[in-house]
Nanobody, 123 residues
């Protein structure tokens, strides 16, 4: 059974940093990454990383402030988020796709989602 387990969300103040983790269980994935969804808004792509190479891609809204990384040894990816803004309050989701079709991943066409972790940024 495939499972993506997120952790690391919480309440922070504007300008603070937070690191999210997502452990993967059950099978190998080729592309893994992060999305978020704020109340009343569509799910938004943030970043992805290829499992077999250092290739990464970021949304323009987070590039330079967020960093995605991985630990192949424990099958975990991370999202380091710096200089958080109140408008980034949302549920953050880990996602994975079995193949390397990154365009599909960008559209949210993934094979598995995590349960989501709440990030709240106060002003």
């Amino acid at each position: 059974q495939v499972q993506l387990v997120e952790s690391g969300g919480g309440l922070v103040q504007a300008g603070d940093s937070l690191r999210l983790s997502c452990a993967g269980f059950g099978r190998p994935f080729s592309v893994r990454g992060w999305f978020r969804q704020a109340p009343g808004r569509e799910r938004e792509f943030l970043a992805f990383i290829y499992w077999g190479s250092p290739t990464t891609q970021y949304a323009s809204s987070v590039k330079g402030r967020f960093t995605i990384s991985k630990n192949n040894g424990n099958n975990t990816i991370y999202l380091q988020m710096n200089d958080l803004k109140p408008e980034e309050t949302a549920v953050y989701y880990c996602a994975a796709r079995a193949d390397y079709k990154s365009d599909a991943f960008l559209r949210g066409e993934v094979d598995d989602w995590g349960q989501g972790t709440q990030v709240t940024v106060s002003s």
